[in-house]
């Protein structure tokens, strides 16, 4: 997803910033537990020239930093659009969670979509393409 899609969907939303919490959100891999999807908060921003890519990072487990819950605080710290190209990647570190003292393959990949749920007032930022979610656990 390029920032200034991002943008103008923040922009159109009803209500509020304030009114939307605001989650990472990516399909459980785990098979037989009772989890579908992971949802995780934002905890901080960064802006990279190179490659042009505004990455959000998960809060972790052991993270001493505070949450960006709702999209007005992640909107907050987003690097100003004067600063940022519109053609900017909107990125996650992932995996989004992590749990243990496992050895992890951190990377970035472009949050595919967006999908706010009108009822439950949640913004989730898709790591994966929504037809790996079912229907069901996106926010209604």
């Not at 995780?40 to 998960?58: F, G, M, N």
């Amino acid at each position: 997803m390029r920032i200034g899609d991002f943008l103008a969907q923040v922009a159109a939303l009803p209500g509020e910033q304030s009114d939307y919490a605001v989650y990472l959100a990516a399909p459980d891999s785990v098979d037989g537990d009772s989890i579908d999807v992971q949802l995780v908060p934002v905890v901080r921003v960064d802006w990279e020239s190179d490659p042009k890519a505004v990455r959000l990072y998960p809060e972790l487990p052991d993270s001493e930093e505070t949450s960006l819950e709702t999209l007005e605080d992640l909107m907050g710290v987003m690097p100003l659009e004067s600063d940022v190209p519109q053609d900017a990647r909107l990125q996650v570190e992932e995996p989004i969670v992590r749990t243990g003292t496992g050895y992890y393959h951190v990377g970035f990949v472009d949050v595919t979509e967006t999908i706010v749920g009108p009822t439950s007032k949640e913004m989730w930022l898709l790591t994966k393409p929504r037809s790996e979610f079912a229907a069901d656990d996106l926010p209604a």
